[in-house]
């Protein structure tokens, strides 16, 4: 689908309204309040196209990067996509390995913000086999397919210390050692998981394990 055919769809819908609030200090490379231990913004743009949609967290790399330093507020902004796997109920899925292509400077920063999330979003929809006019439970087996996952640790320096996070996820340690934005994003997305009820197996698997 081509970005005109997508704005012209009823259930198109785009805003970055909170992201606006940071433009100044993203220009600037310094974010204002997002010390190591506090949160960082999640959603701060979203475009959502029927069952699929993206949206922009944004970090310090005094929160997400392990040697980074506790006032580097360098800003991290990374895609983030989400599904419907019902016609109510949302999926949060993972974070894209994307580049944005934005130039946060130019006076048309957010015309070229909607298209790249939508460039980003469409080929997370392709590659995942998924549809912008069905939930994916709908989908038949092709959209069940997943590669096989196994647990990885990755150490990160937040909320004051060092911190050790258990991470699901299809890559092996040697390919996250050695692609530090692969890195900084399964630990993103690891601490946007807790905030959200695991499965119990996996809750049962933590808990035995820091045993």
């Known amino acids: 689908m081509k970005f005109e055919e997508a704005k012209k769809r009823r259930d198109y819908k785009f805003t970055c309204v909170e992201l606006e609030h940071y433009i100044d200090q993203i220009r600037a490379g310094c974010l204002d309040g997002f010390c190591e231990n506090d949160d960082g913004v999640r959603g701060a743009a979203v475009m959502e196209i029927g069952y699929v949609d993206i949206e922009i967290n944004m970090y310090s790399a005094a929160q997400v990067i392990n040697e980074a330093s506790e006032d580097d507020m360098s800003p991290v902004i990374n895609y983030f996509c989400c599904k419907k796997i019902s016609e109510k109920e949302w999926h949060s899925d993972r974070y894209l390995d994307y580049t944005l292509q934005v130039d946060w400077k130019a006076?048309?920063?957010?015309?070229?913000?909607?298209?790249?999330?939508?460039?980003?979003?469409?080929?997370?929809?392709?590659?995942?086999?998924?549809?912008?006019d069905q939930p994916t439970w709908s989908r038949g087996k092709k959209s069940k397919m997943k590669n096989k996952k196994h647990f990885v640790e990755l150490k990160t320096y937040i909320f004051g210390s060092t911190r050790t996070l258990i991470v699901?996820?299809?890559?092996?340690?040697?390919?996250?050692?050695?692609?530090?934005?692969?890195?900084?994003?399964?630990?993103?997305?690891?601490?946007?998981?807790?905030?959200?009820?695991?499965?119990?197996?996996?809750?049962?698997?933590?808990?035995?394990?820091?045993n």
């Open 107 to 132: 006076e048309d920063w957010k015309e070229q913000l909607e298209k790249d999330m939508f460039t980003a979003l469409d080929e997370y929809v392709r590659e995942n086999n998924l549809s912008y």
């Open 168 to 210: 699901e996820t299809e890559y092996t340690a040697d390919q996250i050692k050695n692609d530090w934005s692969l890195r900084i994003k399964l630990i993103n997305q690891e601490l946007v998981k807790e905030s959200i009820p695991q499965d119990n197996e996996i809750e049962e698997w933590w808990s035995s394990s820091s």
